[in-house]
């Protein structure tokens, strides 16, 4: 069974710094692209950040380029965010996910998977960051 585990989402103040994991299990990690998306109140669900397959290339929306690094352990099969100078408009819950056929970029900007509706996911991680 496909199974994804996400940690790490906490209160920050603005310009401050979290790591979200992800821990996942079921299928084999290094052939599969991994991605993180987000979904805030009212909102559609966003590719955040995607790694290709054998933690190939990377995605970022722009909206976190510069601040945001995805890196990924193929030895434990987790999958990192690492989020610096953070800012309230980064509040949502943050969700991972991951495809076999996709690449990373692919992957964060496929609609089937923006739509919440398909794949596997886990049960998120609350990110809030105040101003």
């Known amino acids: 069974e496909v199974q994804f585990v996400e940690s790490g989402g906490g209160l920050v103040q603005a310009g401050g710094s979290l790591r979200l994991s992800c821990a996942a299990s079921?299928?084999?990690?290094?052939?599969?692209?991994i991605g993180w998306f987000r979904q805030a109140p009212g909102k559609e669900r966003e590719g955040v950040s995607c790694?290709?397959?054998?933690?190939?290339?990377?995605y970022y929306a722009d909206s976190v380029k510069g601040r945001f690094t995805i890196s990924s352990d193929n030895a434990k099969n987790t999958v990192a965010l690492q989020m610096n100078n953070l800012k309230p408009e980064d509040t949502a819950v943050y969700y991972c996910t991951a495809d076999p056929y996709y690449s990373g970029y692919e992957l964060c900007l496929a609609d089937l998977y923006r739509s919440g509706d398909f794949g596997f996911w886990g049960q998120g991680t609350q990110v809030t960051v105040s101003s």
């Open positions: 079921g299928f084999t990690f290094d052939d599969y692209a």
């Open positions: 790694i290709s397959r054998s933690a190939g290339s990377t």
